[in-house]
């Protein structure tokens, strides 16, 4: 129903995104179930889809929601799966300097922003994926 | 071995990564035995570590790395399960993302990049990850 | 829909694939969903199955495709297995293999072609597959 | 071992598989356990590596191979998994391709040969990889 | 539909089978869509199942089998545990023998028949299942 | 030890099988654990590998068998796999089959007994396995 | 349907087994199709359920049962779980005990019978499950 | 270390049991390690295996048992198997019995006692397992 | 339907749980199916919501409940994936300590309940989750 | 070795847990491993337990924890699966009610400490385990 309606009027997540003051990773969360809308967001989301705020307040996107459920694990689709290989591949690694630089804690997954940026140079393109998350120390107890 | 070497010289990745001009994380999964060493890394480790470096042509860092091999999926441990949990939860959303900016194709997990940088502000600490892929279209056939 | 389309119209994958100046497997690809037709493939479609631009491009044919996701592994179909058991027998000799000629490295599954020949001699017929990717190095970083 | 001394003589698989007179696949399959040395092989190995016979039929290398022994699936290594991958995506192509060519029935994975070359052009290396396989058909019965 | 019909007519595998000129194992497999139907299958079975060559034709019956889907293995009906138990319990000694016997190769399970058979003696009734496939030798390459 | 008294006397499993009055598979699957042999087996066994009876008493050969351990599944092996297939293949139709022989019930892997055959025609050497259980009706409690 | 019938007509399950001359558990199999109704309880069923012999014959209670197929292992109720977890804990002491009775064998589950009861102390109420099978020894062969 | 002793001394399970004063079966559980030995245990093995007190004390027999930790689920054993199979047939219908004996609860596997015993009669050696757990209602809160 | 209910009304799940005199944890799991409802549930569920307690009679709250069917282990949510990880963090440490203290023996999941607070303090809101279950020592049999 | 000392000076985790100023299962959760100790826990530890503090700095307690790696998931002991049932039982009420408490976002399993506690009463002992973690919205971004 939003797929269906962002493609008729031919919107991108980009221009979505813009309209919410939101990043587009956020967005297409919001769209597949993954993130909730905040009323702010219904009301800018129902001005540019052009749907009215009743309808969009009865979809599970103002509910709880249901992360990670539509997605298997090891994820099938080529692009996924590459993710998945670097969590894979450099986890440990990642882990190391995390210790190294923080002490023992983690990255959170929760107060936490991520985008996606395309850079273009003479190879061609390339495509930059940030992940921003709150240092937790483990507490002691 | 090396990272009893490396404790016993108290260096950290940071360090190491200077002496050798890579990334923090390029270098721990040296260690991990996730990537290859050039014969540049050799002579560079062999220095700020202080091992010959036919003691580290003999290990298996430049041999063919068996990457992903020493990683269970899911992760177990906490701060690596979160880097699952964040392809998991928004793996459907950059595929959505990348595929409206750059068009049917994937993110290269082999000409890639990744850092990771520790910013601080009022809130405390924040752990930031950069992944960076040349961005490769499906062969047309 | 395609599929009930080209049998009524009695059409081989040979003969879509010379109409629409592509391999055979590509354009099995594209009637199972694994890969994304180019609006050129669209007219060429519509064309020998038929069918009016307007309907595909209402398919998910022109969308983003869902890679993988209808192939469950290990194969339970014979004939997808035997493939699955060249990768698990002869992974470890291709890997070796490749090694010693290009380095550190992958084979493309995205710069990639892929095709199917038969082949007839006097012991009977034979089937040969060739896979063909660009090579990528790991960046150094 | 057979790596050891592989490693020491600085043998390549090409140079071993031509004096075996053997595919260089092949040859890697061999030290990996996953096919069958025959007398000559042996005969040809003793020499090419100056292993004694004796030793060699020592090995395991004669005995009844223990196949895909070694091979986790899904493939962790990011080769192998490309490799895992092609079979993923373009199984059901692949099928549908073959039985249009050639009726119900699959390849042999075992009446069977493979061999991997390099290609160079103005974009670079590519891999190309063959699978050849007799042709069975279902018996009827 | 097939079975529904088979019940109608009251018609035992064995009877479709001699009418067929065929096992009754291949016949119960045609039913469960794990085998192809020839041209004369579908002429036999029109006549036998007294439906119309034209309706058996619409089936998927003549199409390219999707064999084993439908099997969850391992499998939870006790009948069928049991010949799975055999695989996992005897498998070793039957490559063992058949190593001994024939050399390096495999039974083919393509050409391949396979039968049942009712046995009854003083101690009661047992059950005969043969399997017999052609011996098919590792290539040499 | 066993194995290594078998290559060392150049006996087969044909042979060992004479000498105790049983099958070969049988006396393979007393080699690999699956099976336990009883004193007379124990005796014969002695005389035909040459060891001590008292030798033979202190293997696990003689203790209660831990059958099916040693046995990955699906299994990896390709001989072996194809006795796999051929359960997901047929494992429905032989039950069709066999409730319409002998009614509710199973072929017992217990009282049971397995052999190998080869047989030799103008096409080659073909394998034929023969399963014969005892048909256990479901007991009506 | 069966279910539904019941809980109309407010039978217990032992009102159930006392009309068709059975135990309660065997009843409840039948309801779940996990077992197959003889001519017999086909009539006594319809007598206790009002409902006609016809109707009951064209339900799958008198077909083939597909036993075990609902079930998801390991269960993820807690009642069947706990039966899961005897066998897990006490499964090895099980066989030892049996061994040691009986020989090299197994408690068969088809010539097999199971009932429920409860008792009552002062301690409270306690469930008492009894499972009793037919001994089989392996056969020599 | 216990089995050997055992098997020095010859006794069966059945002897320790009456020494001990408990069931064949928790006896047996104690030598797995999947039971916890008390001190009167410890006394009476001591004696019946002429064992030091001391010896026995600082086996893991007297620790915190690791239950169900040797198992693999599901069980390759056939013997094993036939009792996991009971559970996975007949799991649906000891629930639907036990809450219609009890209402909302589980039999206690831990508030629990289970024994084998051996019956002859004129059709061969049947084992009868009994499972006595308490009922534990579902509290209210 | 239960949920509708509730979210016309505008209920939460703690004025629910007063109306019932029981946890909101509880009542939760009632709409969940994880739980049966008492007939005073259902009278006082009835009020509250305004629904009639014939239809809450039909629904499937009231007879066996299905527990634990409807959760996908490990969880993929990342609220209740956090519940998963201290189990599988600390599922050690508790076993340590309740051995200490209590003896061999399990913390009742059935003897149980449960409860979830809100605590809020200078550093924010802290949830506070309590699990008290029955100590049961295993029986000595 | 921890535990060795532990056992041969008699000491309980609370007698430790007091020297150290912590929660019983934080010092159990250091003795696998599942926690990293701080400077002032090593310091008191090697008091209570009569270690040199250089032989504590040289175990792994005090580098990286590797948490989680020895817990095989689903639990086969018996007490740690009770803490998983509950999980799976009562997963989506919990989430419901904190939801309903806290609106969108999960309860730290970092920021985050638990206790046991032995209660008793007229009706026996029980356990109480208390979670208390930070609760963390989601971030809007």
Redesign the interface.
């Given at each position: 129903m939003l797929f269906a309606k962002k493609k008729e009027k031919n919107l991108?997540?980009?221009t979505i995104a813009k309209a919410l003051g939101?990043?587009?990773?956020?967005v297409?969360?919001l769209?597949?179930g993954?993130?909730?809308a905040?009323e702010e967001d219904i009301k800018n989301l129902a001005k540019v889809l052009d749907i009215s705020e009743q309808t969009l307040l009865s979809t599970e996107m103002t509910g709880?929601?249901?992360?990670?459920?539509?997605?298997e694990?090891?994820?099938?689709?080529?692009?996924?799966?590459?993710?998945?290989?670097?969590?894979?591949?450099?986890?440990?690694?990642?882990?190391?300097?995390?210790?190294?630089?923080?002490g023992?804690?983690?990255?959170?997954?929760?107060?936490?922003?991520?985008?996606?940026e395309?850079?273009t140079d003479e190879?061609?393109?390339?495509?930059?994926?940030?992940?921003?998350?709150?240092?937790?120390?483990?507490?002691?107890?």
């Open positions: 991108s997540f980009e939101r990043e587009e990773v956020a297409a969360a769209f597949y993954q993130a909730k905040s709880m929601p249901d992360r990670g459920h539509s997605m694990m090891p994820p099938k689709d080529p692009l996924i799966y590459r993710l998945y290989e670097v969590v894979q591949n450099y986890g440990q690694a990642y882990k190391a300097i995390m210790n190294e630089k923080f023992d804690g983690i990255m959170s997954a929760i107060t936490f922003s991520t985008k996606v395309k850079e190879k061609g393109d390339w495509c930059k994926i940030t992940l921003r998350g709150k240092w937790l120390p483990y507490s002691r107890f």
